[in-house]
Every structure is written in C-alpha cells, then in structure tokens.
Nanobody
Framework: QVQLVESGGGLVQPGGSLRLSCAAS????????MVWYRQAPGNQRDLVAT???????DYADSVKGRFTISRDNAKNTVYLQMNRLKPEDTAVYYC?????????WGQGTQVTVSS
C-alpha cells in the first residue's frame, strides 16, 4: 500500500505562482509514472502533467509553458510548479502513481485562482 499526500494548494491571484508537492510513503522509483490530475466542479478529472520513471515529461496543452513537473526520488516527492496561473486553473489537484498492478491516488489539494 502507498499513501500519497498532496500539499501546497491555496488561493492565488491571476498571474501568480504555486508549487504543489506530492509526498509518497515509499519509493516512487518503482512506479511507471507519477501524474498530476485536476478536477474542477462539474467537470471530469483531467490529466495535467506526467513524469515517467526515466524523467520524460508531458503536459496538457492548456498548461504547456506555464507548469513544470519534477521529481526528487531521494525525497519520494513529485512537484508541480505552476506559473502564470489563470482563473481556469482553479480545481482540486490530485497526485497519481501508476504502478505495475494498480494506481494510487492522493486526497487532493485545492487551488483557487481569483482576484
């Protein structure tokens, strides 16, 4: 069993920045990929950014050039640096770990972009 704990969410003005963290209870090196998703009220959960075990990254078109995903294997932590935030980035952000047999999810952290 793996626990994922997200942190770093909050209220920020448009154009501002936040850094989300996802701390895992064990090594993240065994997962194929670590992924950030987000879900706004009334919407489906959408993929935001992915980082594979080899360090390859991928992003949703809506966040390319603004968000950066990274990982620190020594700390068992994945980060999502979010810059130039927009009101439409408002959502609950979830961390996901893709394992060989199953996925694991965190509880989510709220990000609100508003003036």
């Amino acid at each position: 069993q793996v626990q994922l704990v997200e942190s770093g969410g909050g209220l920020v003005q448009p154009g501002g920045s936040l850094r989300l963290s996802c701390a895992a209870s064990r090594s993240i090196g065994s997962f194929y990929a670590m992924v950030w998703y987000r879900q706004a009220p009334g919407n489906q959960r959408d993929l935001v950014a992915t980082i594979t075990s080899l360090g390859t990254t991928d992003y949703a078109d809506s966040v390319k050039g603004r968000f950066t995903i990274s990982r620190d294997n020594a700390k068992n932590t994945v980060y999502l640096q979010m810059n130039r935030l927009k009101p439409e980035d408002t959502a609950v952000y979830y961390c996901n770990a893709r394992g060989p047999q199953r996925d694991y999810w965190g509880q989510g952290t709220q990000v609100t972009v508003s003036s």
